[in-house]
C-alpha cells in the first residue's frame, strides 16, 4: 500500500522537476528476489556458462560477491565472456517472461504510476547484469532507453570481460543515473546497494518486507516512506 501523503509529494516533486528520473533498483525492489542471480543458474543449468577448471560457475561468483559485492555482481556479467549476444539476449527475453510476472512488487508498480502521472520519467538501475535487466524491466513498465544494468563491451558479436564503467552498484547508481538526467526520486531496498542513490534523491522511498531489514530501518530513522515487498 502507498503510503498516506506520498501521491502529493510525488505530484509536487513533478511540478518541481517536470521530467526528472524516478529511479528504481530492480532486484527486491519491481520484483521479489534477484532475477540477475536467477538468469545466472540458468545459464549454468543450459551448458553455456562455464569455468576452464570445470569448476561451478555459480559458486565462484557466490564467493566472488562474499569478497566484495560491486566486483562480484560485475563478475556475474563477466562470467558471459565468449557468449554471443543475440543468443543471450534472446535466451533472457524468454526466461524473464516466465520469471518476472509472478513476482511483481504491487507497491512499487504503484509508485511507478504515480511518477509517471506526475511528469517524472520511470528510470531502472540495476547491479544485475544488463542483458537481463533489458530483458525483465519493460515487464516492469520500463522503455529499455531508461534502463541500466552491468554493461562488458561486445566485440564481433560476443561478450567480452571488459567492463564498461560505471558498474551500477552503490555510488555508481548515481553516476548512470546522473548521465540521462536529473534524480528526483529514488526507490530500493539495499541498504548497501541503494543507500547513495536515495540520499542523492529530492525524495527517498524503501522497499522491505514486512518484517523489516537495515534499509527500513534507516529509512524509519530518516522519516522516507516504505513500501512492503509482499503482495
Known sequence: MIPAGLGKEIEKLGR????????????????????GEAFLRHLVKLGWVTLPDGGDPYEAYEREVDQDKKTGYAYA????AGLTQAAIEAEAVFFASEWVPQRRISDTAGLIELCRAAGLRPFVVSASARPIVL????????DTVN???????????????????????????????ESAGRLALACGDSLLGDLPMLEAARLAVAVAPRSGSPLSAEAHRRAWPVLTQES
Not at 77 to 80: D, E, S
Not at 135 to 142: C, S, V
Open 147 to 177: 534502463c541500466r544494468g552491468i554493461q562488458t563491451l561486445v566485440r564481433d558479436g560476443k561478450y567480452t570481460e571488459e567492463i564498461i564503467e560505471p558498474i551500477t552498484y552503490a555510488a555508481g547508481k548515481i553516476v548512470s543515473a
Open 16 to 35: 518541481e522537476l517536470p521530467g526528472g528520473l524516478a529511479v528504481f533498483d530492480a532486484d527486491g525492489t519491481l520484483w521479489r528476489e534477484d532475477i
Open 77 to 80: 556479467a563477466q562470467l558471459m
Open 135 to 142: 530483458a525483465a524491466a519493460p515487464l516492469a513498465g520500463f
